[in-house]
């Protein structure tokens, strides 16, 4: 069942709803913990923990092979740090884990079109999972977002609507298409943030079924950080580990809406000025799941950061000097290690989002020859 967490309505995982009726957005439990002894046969993918989703039965598996990210470790400012290698999905973003999941969910429930909006992993993401679901997909993306941000959408299948304006423009067209259509929603659904619970599990096996101390994910609308936490939550509910990592989440200073409200002690996101700076695939004003994001940070016992667009860029230039090609976005999470404790960034585990190849064009023009 889907469950709205401000007025309490539940609905079946059968509808096509993306946000309950009374404009909240959604949760879906997980209905337990995948069983440890099937995890020596099965296969590699994020499938391997399918239990833990809470999809329908029968839901048949939309994969192109994603899960089992390489943790690999480098030396910087004479410092041991590991790095989860997100970057190298199938469609080059942690958005895999996500729309493997929704996807599949989609086809399940039959879903025949979906639209979503996005300018960038997310279309892209989805784009790759509808296609090889068989389902037509739309994606809405500002008319002034760059060509080669949607070629991927494009040329997996998607149908690229551009659309006149700001962003919000964009994510006001998508809700009017929604009424005919699916929006299978990368900020909105709950089945995107069960997907992401993956990365979690992935972590636990790597470091041999236990957990780090804590972990530091770019934070933009928050759907990333919000499904890392809720699969540690499942991991040591079901006993399988011992504590909750503490998670930091790092947003851009010209966008930092959930790092405001953190700090101010406030339960929803600050309102704040869309601005996209070197790292905008986090640049989200306005996160409709601020509420719940804001919780699991708490939970955890981590924090929010907020760095500067030169922060950013310095950390980006050491990932690179270091053979890690990911996008500006990623490095958010390495400026925002900087700024931990010695203490508090020991044995912490980086997240690293986004494939630089996603944003050549745009790293040739900060990095000219």
């Known amino acids: ?49 399918r239990e833990a989703y809470g999809l329908p039965p029968g839901t048949e598996a939309v994969s192109l ?22 970057c190298l999905l199938p469609s080059g973003s942690f958005k895999d884990r996500g729309a493997s999941v929704l996807v599949s969910l989609a ?61 919000q423009a964009a994510s006001d067209a998508v809700l009017a298409a929604a009424e005919k259509s699916y929006y299978a929603s990368h900020l909105w659904n709950p089945f995107f943030i069960q997907g992401h619970m993956s990365a979690a599990f992935e972590l636990w096996e ?30 040591v509910s079901a006993g399988y580990a011992r504590a909750l990592p503490k998670i930091y989440g790092v947003q851009a200073a010209v966008c930092d809406p959930l790092h405001r409200a953190f ?11 869309a ?12 996160p409709p799941r601020a509420r719940e994001v804001l919780a699991c940070l708490r939970e955890s016992g981590g924090r929010s950061l907020s760095v500067s667009e030169e922060e950013i ?25 900087a700024r931990l404790s010695r203490e508090e960034r020991e044995g912490a585990v980086i997240f690293l989002s986004g494939h630089g190849l996603k944003a050549s064009e745009k790293l040739a023009a900060l990095y000219p020859a």
Not at 72 to 85: A, I, S
Not at 215 to 234: A, K, N, Q, T
Not at 313 to 337: D, F, K, W
Request: aromatic share 6%; charged share 25%; hydrophobic share 40%.
């Open 1 to 49: 069942m889907y469950r709205c967490p401000s007025c309490k309505k539940e609905y079946p995982l059968e509808e096509k709803i993306f946000r309950c009726r009374c404009g909240s957005y959604l949760l879906v439990e997980s209905p337990g913990v995948f069983p440890l002894a099937a995890l020596e046969t099965r296969d590699l993918s994020i499938w391997r923990y």
């Open 65 to 86: 092979g994603e899960g089992t990210t390489p943790l690999v470790e480098r030396t910087m400012d004479g410092e041991r740090v590991r790095f989860k290698l997100d």
């Open 107 to 167: 086809r399940r429930i039959g879903v025949r079109e979906l639209v979503e909006d996005s300018s960038g992993n997310a279309g892209a993401a989805m784009a790759a999972y509808s296609t090889a679901a068989g389902i037509r997909c739309r994606i809405f993306a500002p008319d002034s977002t760059p060509p080669g941000k949607l070629v991927q959408a494009r040329l997996c299948g998607a149908q690229v609507v551009r659309v006149p304006g700001p962003r």
């Open 206 to 235: 790597q470091l041999s079924r236990s957990l780090p101390p804590a972990v530091v994910v770019p934070l933009g609308s928050g759907g990333y950080l919000e499904g890392i936490h809720r699969g540690f939550r499942l991991l």
């Open 263 to 273: 700090q101010a002690g406030l339960a929803d996101f600050v309102p704040v000025e």
């Open 275 to 286: 601005r996209a700076g070197v790292a905008e695939g986090i640049a989200v004003s306005r």
């Open 313 to 337: 860029i310095a950390a980006h230039r050491r990932l690179l000097a270091s053979g890690l090609y990911v996008e500006p976005t990623s490095a958010t999470a390495l400026a925002g290690l």
